[in-house]
């Protein structure tokens, strides 16, 4: 029996990925800058067994059914290949998530399952040729691999697309994110259905790529010169932006709910009293507060007037993917 057990955190993106140019590549249009967060991991344990006659997989402790199994297994078969292995698995995966919110990513799970896989069967992959194959599982995986600030760059096929870690003499351990969880939302369109219809019809979408690119030079300018309130302004407008191309989208649609709005607005007061925090979105209504470290208490005392105590869960900078020894 072949063993790996491995964890991975989610990350925030502060420049967005929206749009692919290969889908089935996972090769994305404009390039990505996230942060790596503590509050929310996956945990991986995958068996390679002989024994076995079909892949199975466990998520928090149950059976999952066969369409969420072929996924992974389809995932899983990029590692078979490449090591030359026909052996079924068996796949045990948890979801460290503070609250029953909502909040359970694919980046960190496809990121862990990326690491325990190349583990098990011993394949010695370097952390980009690892962020490689992440991305073929989730594109935002790829940027799990690694802690605190991180770049997918783009790149223009498979070999070229992966992420890279951003020197930023710690500016990560300054700073903070303050998750306010509104799940007030009607109808889920998932972030790749999403990003495939803004792809394909927003007139907004040519502009979004060259924002993109104008962003991440100058949010990059910003960390290397640890400037707080710079990196609020690019992180917040450039999820505007992104949230922007959905409304020009054929039929257009919205990630927003009014308590995404209401929560927007009472970041924007709070910054006006002299507090600085930035807000950015995805591809759900839960809205991530950026500030500083020593701020959080104030900031979060400010938001408790407003959202219920449940509801803000305080995140900061985590760690790469981390291989964890197995007692069995
Ligand atoms: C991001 N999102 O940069 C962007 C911003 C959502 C909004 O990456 O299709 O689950 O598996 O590559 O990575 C979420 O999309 O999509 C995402 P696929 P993924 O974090």
Redesign the pocket.
């Known amino acids: 029996m072949l063993k790996g057990k491995a964890r991975a955190h989610t ?3 502060l420049i ?3 749009g ?1 140019e290969d889908e089935q590549l ?1 090769i994305p249009n404009n390039s ?1 800058l ?1 942060l790596t967060l503590d509050a929310f991991y996956t945990e991986t344990e995958i068996y390679f067994d002989e024994a076995l006659t079909a892949d199975i997989f466990y998520l928090d402790g149950q059976l999952q059914d066969e369409k969420a199994t072929q996924k992974v297994s389809r995932f899983i078969d990029l590692f078979r290949q490449q090591a030359n292995c026909s052996l079924f698995a068996k796949i045990q995966s948890t979801n460290h998530v503070p609250t029953a919110a909502g909040l359970a990513s ?2 960190s799970g496809l990121a862990a399952l990326a690491a325990a896989c190349n583990q098990a069967l011993q394949l010695n992959l370097s952390k980009q040729d690892l962020s490689r194959f992440a991305r073929k ?5 790829c940027r799990s691999i690694y802690g605190g600030f991180v770049e997918w760059q783009k790149g223009t096929d498979d070999q070229s697309s992966y992420a890279i870690s951003v020197d930023s003499q710690h500016f990560e351990d300054d700073l903070a994110m303050i998750f306010i969880v509104l799940n007030d939302q009607q109808k889920e369109i998932s ?2 259905e999403g ?1 495939k219809r803004t792809v394909e019809t927003s007139s907004f979408y040519p502009t979004w790529l060259t924002e993109a690119q104008k962003d991440l030079v100058a949010i990059k300018e910003a960390i290397h010169q640890k400037d707080f309130i710079r990196l609020g302004e690019i992180t917040e407008a450039n999820g505007l932006k ?1 949230h922007a191309t959905t409304l020009a989208a054929v039929p257009p649609f919205t990630y927003w709910s009014d308590q995404s709005l209401k929560a927007m607005q009472v970041i924007r007061k709070i910054r006006k009293d002299g507090r600085p925090c930035y807000f950015t979105m ?2 759900g209504p839960n809205v991530k507060v950026l500030c500083q470290k020593e701020q959080v208490s104030q900031i979060k005392e400010r938001l408790a007037e407003h959202f219920a105590p449940e509801q803000l869960i305080v995140a900061y900078a985590g760690k790469g993917i981390e291989l964890i020894e197995m007692d069995v």
């Open positions: 990350n925030i993106a967005k990925y929206w692919k996972i990505s996230s694919s980046a599982g989730s594109g935002s995986a972030s790749r990003m992104m995805d591809a």
